[in-house]
């Protein structure tokens, strides 16, 4: 299984900028797919995350500015993130807990992260 991700970059404060990350490989079933972020001397945080039914939640820092999705048949999740500030500096790794097997275990897998630069 992996995960790649895309889309971050530089962007000025106010800016915004699109996530996407993609699930490949022997994969039964996904239950939750989510992004988390990393700021140099922090501890990776949870940003955002979703079910496969749809149910979103949010890091409070984020709520009404990053939108979470996802389209079940691609696989693929999405985060929109919108009035960036320099505070969302970071990288964003997109997780994925999924089963390779109908009778597997969950298990969460990791895409490799993408920075993302917000500048004052």
């Known amino acids: 299984v992996q995960l790649q991700a895309s889309g971050g970059g530089l962007v000025q404060a106010g800016g915004s900028l699109r996530l996407s990350c993609a699930a490949s490989g022997r994969i039964f079933s996904i239950n939750r797919m989510g992004w988390y972020r990393q700021a140099p001397g922090k501890q990776r945080e949870l940003v955002a995350d979703i079910t496969s039914g749809g149910r979103t939640s949010y890091a409070d820092s984020v709520k009404g500015r990053f939108t979470i999705s996802r389209d079940n048949a691609k696989n693929t999740v999405y985060l929109q993130m919108d009035s960036l500030k320099p505070e969302d500096t970071a990288v964003y790794y997109c997780?994925?807990?999924?089963?390779?097997?109908?009778?597997?275990?969950?298990?969460?897998?990791w895409g490799q992260g993408t920075q993302v630069t917000v500048s004052s």
């Open positions: 997780n994925a807990n999924l089963k390779i097997m109908r009778l597997g275990t969950d298990r969460d897998y």
